[in-house]
């Protein structure tokens, strides 16, 4: 049996299958070889956790009924809050005609695919009974749920986004910009909806208001130029295809959105932490008095404030430390202050107990600790979408095409064997 | 070629298998579902929810904190043993010297209550007041868990109970963070488990399946003191609507506007 792949006649079966594979690994260089081996064995570690988290009912997380949401909640919005915030940045390219972010286009869909695939992921493994989702969205619509309204509007947005895949790397232009406008509404629409699902909660008061929504899209721009900024510092440090004059304009407009995203974020963090503290309002001044001193103090001020913020902000707007470097550095520490920022918001809405009168001081604080399998879940996810996007980076053309787009045509050739040969692709 | 082929046709098999199975039971489950029947056999056909409201008075005064109830609903509804998850609990709510409330539930207060607090240091000074707080799901006539389900798995009966229908459940836990009384919880799996399903939310029915029948909820009928007290609010002279006549009663928590059917009488003043 053979396929044709980028003008290339290929061999498609077990034998040659092995030899193609033995040929890519033997052309890989020793670093990548073992970056690559390194993810694999994340990616196994996640399968196992993965495994022991699909029986419906097994206590294999460390939720309770009083703190029901745990780490997976808080990576699955990491990770799809990060693919709106991918969509929204590159859309200052694609749709807002802006210059400097022309380049980015295609890493940040393939990236965007990728995590929107990793947080469906995790979302599966932290339902009991995700089959049951997937029929009762269609059969048993809820509209009044808000969770209803993300889980279609997400699901749509990764339709939305496979038709711009197709379209970007089949060379149909206008399917792709076609997915991509589309694909850009869902991504404001989604992170949104996403905010209401925790905005409704009257009894979460730490949740509980307009300011979820609002908060998870602006901070969707921070993930999203975030994880931009360490892309394209990496292409840079590697020499990755399409690295050039217009990659590193990108790198500095990146730098430039990421510094503005910062400094947005510092003054949203600021100002939930005063706005909670007023008024001793039960419920809200709790989860920020539980941030600022209590349980969740040492993650909110080192690892979302300091490390996520502070740092980043000062790498950002310190000329002298605004070099590649410093960039990537800002968007790998914001990243790292997003995980403790989701995590954080999670456990501030279940900080203070629901299930008794306020006031009391037996139980101040909720206590949760998320268990092996949690944790290997979540590493897992990020060491699959590290993996598939370093092969799409070392198979795919994730360059714009400059001029005119070459005809060979690679659609969903992430595990195919073939490498499409660079010099026949358009590389400035 | 037939190598791969085979292997193609094995690999879509073991894909669509389970995929095909799924979708029918889900299907299946889906069409054949009328909520309203969900806990209900055919024995209980004569029974008319329309024609009921049934509504619970808790009488704080009465309760002497033995526990009997805590125990008779895990045996009733084959609840979970573990004491973190409960259908129904029993909490102690003292007033402590510095004005601030203690509320603990030691094993649910299914094994009664020790007579100092257990969970501080025996305290110096004078005790204010107290009261043994039994609680349950609230059958709230505006559930928050009701509106936000994902799947409509969660829903309100026309005689005024939430239930929930655990076949269609997702186990997102939406519904248990969203409750204002954490009544809900997840059924663990390899335990007892009320309708045998696992990975799905659970709470108090109100007994559903005795009140259809004319009997009293499992934790009314064994309360040696009556301090749960259950009945039909359409009927003037059940105990229920005697005691909201006669008696102060309140719900608790109505500032986040749930309208519970279950109300309290003798609370500590501080709660009111």
Redesign the interface.
């Known amino acids: 049996m053979t396929i044709t792949l980028a003008g290339r006649t290929v061999q498609v079966g077990p034998r040659s299958a092995v030899r193609t594979l033995r040929g890519e690994v033997r052309a890989m260089s020793w670093s990548l070889r073992l970056w690559l081996l390194a993810l694999m064995g994340l990616m196994a570690v996640g399968a196992v956790g993965a495994l022991l988290a699909i029986p419906a009912g097994d206590e294999v997380f460390g939720t309770t009924p009083t703190v029901e949401w745990g780490l997976l909640i808080a990576a699955y919005v990491l990770f799809v809050v990060t693919t709106s915030g991918l969509c929204l940045v590159s859309s200052l390219g694609t749709v807002f005609g802006i210059e400097a972010f022309a380049p980015v286009a295609r890493r940040a869909v393939v990236m965007a695919a990728l995590c929107l695939m990793a947080g469906f992921g995790i979302i599966a493994l932290d339902l009991h009974w995700p089959l049951r989702l997937l029929f009762g969205v269609v059969l048993s619509p809820s509209p009044l749920s808000p969770m209803w309204w993300m889980g279609t509007v997400y699901g749509i947005y990764l339709v939305f986004l496979i038709i711009e895949l197709v379209g970007m790397f089949g060379g149909w232009h206008r399917i792709a910009r076609l997915g991509g406008s589309l694909a850009l509404v869902t991504a404001i629409v989604a992170p949104s909806t996403l905010g209401a699902v925790f905005g409704v909660l009257v009894v979460r008061p730490a949740w509980h208001g307009p300011f979820m929504p609002a908060y998870l899209l602006a901070t969707a721009v921070l993930s999203g130029a975030a994880m931009l900024a360490l892309l394209y510092a990496l292409v840079a440090r590697f020499s990755l295809r399409g690295h050039g004059p217009a990659s590193e304009r990108a790198l500095t407009a990146i730098g430039r959105l990421l510094a503005a995203a910062v400094g947005a974020g510092i003054f949203l963090t600021a100002w939930q932490m005063i706005v909670g503290l007023y008024g001793g309002e039960p419920g809200s001044s709790e989860a920020a008095q539980a941030q600022l001193t209590g349980p969740l103090a040492l993650q909110w001020w080192v690892v979302r404030v300091i490390i996520g913020l502070l740092i980043p902000f000062v790498l950002l707007v310190v000329p002298r430390l605004r070099t590649r470097a410093g960039i990537g550095i800002a968007g790998a520490l914001v990243l790292v202050g997003l995980v403790a920022d989701r995590s954080g918001f999670v456990m501030a809405g279940q900080i203070a107990p629901a299930t008794s009168a306020s006031g009391v001081v037996s139980d101040p604080w909720a206590v949760y600790t998320p268990s092996l399998v949690e944790v290997s879940i979540v590493v897992g996810a990020a060491a699959l979408v590290a993996f598939l996007y370093t092969l799409a980076e070392r198979y795919l053309d994730l360059t714009e095409p400059v001029a005119e787009h070459p005809a060979g045509s690679v659609a969903g050739s992430e595990v195919a064997p073939a490498r499409a040969p660079a010099d026949a692709r358009g590389v400035a | 070629?037939t190598?791969?082929s085979r292997?193609e046709l094995l690999a879509a098999g073991v894909l669509a298998v389970p995929c095909l199975a799924?979708?029918q039971t889900?299907?299946g489950r889906?069409l054949a579902s009328d909520p309203t029947k969900a806990a209900g056999t055919e024995a209980e056909t004569a029974y008319d929810p329309k024609a009921h409201e049934w509504g619970f008075v808790v009488d704080t005064r009465n309760c002497i904190g033995c526990g009997l109830c805590v125990e008779a609903c895990k045996d009733e509804n084959h609840v979970p043993r573990d004491p973190?998850?409960n259908r129904t609990w029993v909490?102690r709510?003292t007033q402590?010297p510095d004005g601030?409330?203690?509320?603990?539930a030691p094993e649910a207060g299914g094994a009664g209550f020790p007579v100092d607090?257990v969970?501080?240091a025996p305290m110096a000074g004078p005790k204010g007041d107290s009261a043994f707080v039994p609680?349950l799901c609230m059958q709230c006539d505006n559930p928050?868990c009701v509106?936000?389900?994902?799947?409509?798995?969660t829903y309100k009966t026309p005689d005024g109970v939430v239930l929930v229908d655990q076949e269609?459940?997702?186990?997102?836990?939406?519904c248990?963070?969203?409750?204002?009384?954490?009544a809900?919880?997840?059924?663990?799996?390899?335990g007892d488990s009320p309708t045998g399903?696992?990975?799905?939310a659970d709470k108090c029915t109100f007994c559903y399946h005795r009140i259809t029948k004319g009997a009293q909820p499992a934790c009314v009928q064994v309360c040696p003191t009556r301090a749960r007290n259950f009945g039909d609010m359409n009927d003037p002279l059940s105990p229920v609507s005697i005691l909201i006549r006669d008696e102060q009663t309140v719900t608790?928590?109505p500032e986040?506007?749930t309208k519970p059917r279950v109300r309290y009488i003798g609370l500590p003043s501080?709660?009111l």
Do not use: D
């Open positions: 070629m190598a791969l292997r799924g979708a889900l299907i889906a973190e998850l909490e709510h402590l601030t409330l203690l509320v603990e607090p969970t501080l609680r928050p509106s936000i389900c994902p799947v409509s798995a269609r459940c997702i186990g997102c836990g939406y248990v963070v969203s409750c204002p009384y954490g809900r919880y997840i059924v663990p799996s390899g399903n696992a990975g799905v608790l928590r986040v506007g501080q709660e």
